[in-house]
């Protein structure tokens, strides 16, 4: 079982090395300012061996992310007529082609 020591800041700033030695025997420290819990010292969490996670390294899926189009960005200065109220070019899309009227 977890013993729980409770102090106001005041005391943890002036006792902090203490506070933190008692974090390393497996207590936890809470810190509470006007009798209200403002922060909480434990030890990091770590895996059930006792050791520390690695550290995440980049770059693990280099290779297998495949751009299609590198452009998707671009604008599409047909799409920005529409938008944009270019009644001309709107019409010329929507009237059927010559010859089918």
């Not at 936890?28 to 061996?49: C, H, K, N, T």
């Not at 047909?78 to 009237?95: T, Y």
């Amino acid at each position: 079982m977890t013993v729980l020591t409770r102090v106001t800041i005041e005391e943890a700033a002036a006792e902090l090395p203490r506070l933190i030695a008692q974090v390393r025997q497996g207590e936890e420290v809470v810190i509470a300012q006007d009798g209200v819990e403002v922060a909480r010292i434990v030890l990091p969490q770590s895996d059930p061996s006792g050791e520390r996670k690695a550290k995440r390294q980049g770059g693990f899926l280099k290779g297998q992310i495949i751009e299609h189009d590198p452009d998707w960005w671009k604008p599409d200065d047909e799409l920005a007529d529409l938008f944009e109220g270019s009644e001309s070019r709107f019409d010329e899309l929507l009237s059927p082609p010559d010859g089918q009227r």
